[in-house]
């Protein structure tokens, strides 16, 4: 069954430090991984795609990496800021045959404290 | 440029009622979703479609679920009847266009967030 998990389910930390989230996926074939970000009561943003080919995109404060071999991918976020607090979710699009659709992990929800 | 519209923003219902919800997508874009997002979990495809036809289905639960796209513009999700595991957000989202090989991004609306009793 083809599935993405991500850990922690929560993370708490002070502003200012550096933090990793995790995701891994349980088959290397994909077309792209994309990580969004889910505000309480608001829809989703994407923050970062990185398509099969690529091993990293960077967006300000924000660099998501892709192994394909080890089936994970990170999301570093650097100098956090309590405006970073919100649920982070990892996606994927597997390449079976049929479907094309967004294979979800069930999230990290992250609280940066003032 | 307006992003996704969802209406209702929240539903509450008594099971084995019926309740439908509407989308409107980012005009232009060829590609509407609809997910299914249960409290505590990342969001499921129900339905998937590419202008006004249906590409992608397969996790619809078609015995109570059904969806449209008339004119491949607005789009709406009904449930008929709705039980109580029935709760939960409906997100839509749209994108562009869709791709062998290759994915836009997906823009996505604030979600309607239903509560079966």
């Known amino acids: 069954k083809q599935e993405v998990t991500q850990i922690p389910a929560a993370l708490s930390v002070p502003e200012g430090e550096n933090l990793v989230l995790n995701c891994s996926f349980t088959?290397?074939?994909?077309?792209?991984l994309q990580w969004f970000r889910q505000d309480p009561g608001k829809g989703l943003t994407s923050l970062l795609l990185?398509?099969?080919?690529?091993r990293e995109q960077t967006s300000g404060r924000l660099n998501a990496s892709l192994d394909k071999s080890s089936g994970r991918s990170t999301l570093y976020i650097a100098a956090s800021q309590p405006g970073d607090s919100a649920t982070y979710l990892c996606?994927?699009?597997?390449?079976?045959?049929?479907?094309?659709?967004?294979?979800f992990g069930s999230g990290t929800r992250l609280q940066v404290q003032p | 440029e307006a992003g996704v519209a969802q209406s209702p923003r929240y539903k509450i219902i008594e099971k084995r009622q019926s309740v439908a919800f509407w989308c409107n997508p980012i005009?232009?874009?060829?590609?509407l979703y609809w997910y299914q997002q249960i409290l505590g979990q990342g969001p499921k495809l129900l339905i998937q479609?590419?202008?006004?036809?249906?590409?992608?289905d397969s996790q619809l639960p078609k015995d109570r679920f059904s969806a449209e796209r008339l004119k491949g513009v607005d789009s709406t999700l009904k449930i008929q009847p709705a039980k109580l595991e029935d709760s939960a957000v409906y997100l839509c989202?749209?994108?562009?266009?869709?791709?062998?090989?290759?994915?836009?991004?997906?823009?996505f609306g604030p979600g309607t967030r239903l509560l079966v009793l």
């Open positions: 996606a994927v699009v597997y390449m079976d045959t049929g479907r094309r659709a967004l294979t």
């Open positions: 479609f590419q202008n006004n036809g249906v590409v992608d």
């Open positions: 989202a749209s994108s562009l266009r869709r791709q062998v090989g290759h994915q836009e991004t997906q823009y």
């Open positions: 990185i398509q099969s080919s690529q």
């Open positions: 005009s232009g874009h060829a590609t």
């Open positions: 088959d290397s074939a994909i077309y792209n």
